[in-house]
């Protein structure tokens, strides 16, 4: 019911954008998508980013690449995964060692890009991208 209200309270505006239901959300994700473009160019990542609250991050040079030789890691099904063949590999690498849930970019046509979601706080979207810059250079 609250929900609703919001929601009714919202979109019978006239101009919802200063709304402070909608400024919680698009702020911070303002905010994460300017830090995003930064630091992603000055990491020297491939990506694509528009004023949505996703990214799609090329990832190609990193498929086929060895996961660290110190670290056992299996896929959904239990198998011991050495090499991160596509980006379903990559993307459960990047979940389990190094707490990062992106999305492969298959589903959504760019099989060689991962979805990386710029709707958090900027301090999270930073750290996020740090440890997704680190988790790459990881790979062998």
């Known amino acids: 019911?609250?929900?609703?209200?919001?929601?009714?309270?919202?979109?019978?505006?006239?101009?919802?954008?200063?709304?402070?239901?909608?400024?919680?959300?698009?702020?911070?994700?303002?905010?994460?998508r300017a830090l995003f473009r930064a630091s992603m160019a000055g990491l020297d990542h491939r990506f694509v980013v528009g004023q949505g609250y996703y990214a799609f991050v090329h990832v190609a040079p990193w498929l086929g690449r060895r996961v660290p030789r110190d670290l056992i890691f299996r896929d959904a099904r239990d198998r011991v995964v050495e090499t991160v063949t596509d980006t379903n590999d990559l993307v459960a690498y990047l979940t389990?060692?190094?707490?990062?849930?992106?999305?492969?970019?298959?589903?959504?046509?760019?099989?060689?890009?991962?979805?990386?979601?710029?709707?958090?706080?900027?301090?999270?979207?930073?750290?996020?991208?740090?440890?997704?810059?680190?988790?790459?250079?990881?790979?062998?």
């Open 1 to 32: 019911v609250v929900g609703e209200a919001a929601a009714h309270d919202v979109y019978s505006s006239r101009q919802p954008d200063p709304h402070p239901g909608i400024r919680r959300g698009v702020e911070p994700t303002a905010k994460s």
């Open 96 to 140: 389990a060692h190094h707490g990062l849930a992106v999305v492969p970019g298959a589903p959504f046509y760019q099989p060689d890009f991962i979805r990386f979601s710029l709707a958090n706080r900027p301090d999270y979207t930073g750290a996020a991208i740090a440890r997704f810059d680190q988790a790459l250079h990881s790979l062998d």
